[in-house]
């Protein structure tokens, strides 16, 4: 992040614009909506810039820039087309620490000028950290098509009430929780229509009416947060994910899927590798239920689906015992994910009828399975957690009848920009990763539908280039 993005408060400050044409009107008009008085200076001055520095309260100075003019303003815009000039502005706004911006010159700016959707008192900032101003418009006019225009108004009418709530209700907690709840009811829908003195009198029956002990009731998510790329959270995961006053993750949890959380969460690092555990899951299930006591909203986040392989049905048992209310929101698991973005069809017409999906290695650590069952022509097998047991997966499949040269592929990261994949045969594969720095988390697929593979070419130049 090269840019912390705020929101400044100019009423009452003086900013400069250097510069009289429309590129000073343009930033001009901005600095003015925000309160600020300004001054100009620059040889010529339009009538407009004029009438608006008048407007503000501020002043113009039809004279060339001279450092002087920097006394006693907050920041500094320059939006000449004179080189000398704008580089002198930077080096005397620096020296002085005012925020500086050079209009369409990134390195003489110390700030920068974001795209903005205008609900006000909404505001939505979009920056490209000066990389790409058109996209940075581009996404705007997408935001623009989606909100509502009385959005402001509803905002409005929140504000008004927010001392009064907060007598009612002093838990933090629980004023978000009404608030979240207001938002996706009937208050709202009458102020986005218009009908603002009916929202002010459902929102004042609703305050009335509030319960703290309703609203402070602790909850848990049991959310799956899929195989990596945040692209495949479900909507539902992304709206718990970012209601949740406590987020609980596991080392499957890509970042930028964490990333999606509400900014003042609690995360709480949970994760474990295999002998290696940071926490042991007895004591993970303790703090679900630790937190949701707390009367907080706790997301229990798991890489891929929290029921396949994911000891979901082990925490729930914990919450459930507990008396706390619980959701549970599937995941794509890493078979289905890793296996779509290499190309692998699980099941295929041709080749496969059933698919299997296997753990590699049991809670007391050891990889007993059912390996005569596990041998099924037309079958593809799925083998989560196996990269440290693929010897003996191999050794074994191949010793109850599997063909050695049965199609095998290990897809390392699967779903996200490092995913890397690893084709070969049953037989060959630990051979083939023997002398590779291979990462977690992997999967292994096994069976005639690998073979499909290499004829997917945009898959396969995908994984080429990884």
């Not at 900014?263 to 949701?292: E, F, S």
Request: overall charge neutral; glycine content about 10%.
């Amino acid at each position: 992040m090269q840019y912390l993005p705020i929101a400044w408060r100019l009423v009452g400050q003086t900013a400069l614009v250097v510069g009289g044409g429309d590129v000073a009107i343009r930033k001009a008009r901005l600095l003015a909506r925000a309160g600020a008085r300004l001054r100009i200076i620059a040889p010529e001055i339009s009538d407009d810039l004029k009438a608006m520095a008048e407007k503000s309260g501020g002043e113009v100075l039809v004279q060339a820039y001279q450092a002087s003019a920097l006394d006693g303003v907050s920041l500094v815009v320059g939006a000449t087309d004179d080189g000398d000039v704008n580089a002198q502005l930077h080096k005397d706004a620096v020296e002085r620490n005012i925020p500086v911006n050079v209009v369409d010159n990134p390195p003489l700016c110390t700030f920068i000028f974001p795209a903005i959707v205008d609900r006000d008192p909404i505001l939505i900032s979009i920056s490209s950290g000066g990389a790409s101003p058109v996209l940075a418009r581009w996404l705007r006019s997408k935001i623009e098509t989606i909100l509502p225009s009385r959005l402001g108004d509803l905002a409005q009418i929140m504000g008004e009430y927010r001392s009064q709530l907060a007598k009612k209700l002093p838990s933090i907690g629980a004023r978000r929780q009404f608030w979240e709840g207001t938002l996706e009811g009937p208050v709202a829908e009458q102020a986005l229509a218009g009908r603002l003195d009916e929202a002010r009198q459902r929102l004042q029956s609703a305050i009335d009416s509030a319960d703290a002990k309703k609203l402070s009731k602790g909850e848990v998510y049991l959310v799956g947060a899929g195989p990596g790329d945040p692209d495949l959270l479900t909507f539902r995961a992304l709206r718990l994910l970012q209601k949740a006053d406590v987020v609980l993750y596991d080392r499957l949890v890509s970042d930028q899927v964490l990333e999606m959380a509400r900014r003042d969460a609690d995360l709480v690092y949970v994760g474990k590798a295999r002998d290696k555990h940071a926490l042991p899951q007895d004591n993970i299930n303790d703090l679900l239920v630790h937190y949701a006591q707390q009367g907080k909203k706790v997301c229990r986040l798991k890489g891929g689906d929290p029921f396949i392989f994911g000891r979901g049905g082990e925490e729930i048992d914990k919450i459930a015992e507990a008396g706390i209310d619980f959701q549970v929101v599937p995941g794509v698991t890493a078979a289905a994910g890793c296996a779509a973005y290499a190309g692998i069809p699980l099941t295929h017409r041709d080749y496969a009828q059933s698919v299997r999906f296997v753990t590699g290695h049991r809670k007391d650590g050891s990889v007993s399975l059912p390996w005569d069952t596990l041998v099924t022509p037309g079958e593809t097998l799925v083998f989560y957690m196996g990269l440290v047991s693929l010897p003996e997966i191999s050794k074994n499949l191949i010793a109850h009848g599997m063909r050695a040269d049965m199609p095998a592929a290990l897809i390392s990261r699967g779903t996200t920009n490092d995913q890397e994949v690893i084709v070969g045969t049953v037989g060959s594969l630990p051979k083939d990763i023997q002398n590779r720095e291979v990462h977690a988390p992997t999967l292994i697929i096994v069976g005639e539908v690998v073979g499909v593979f290499p004829r997917y070419s945009w898959f396969r130049s995908q994984a080429e280039q990884n």
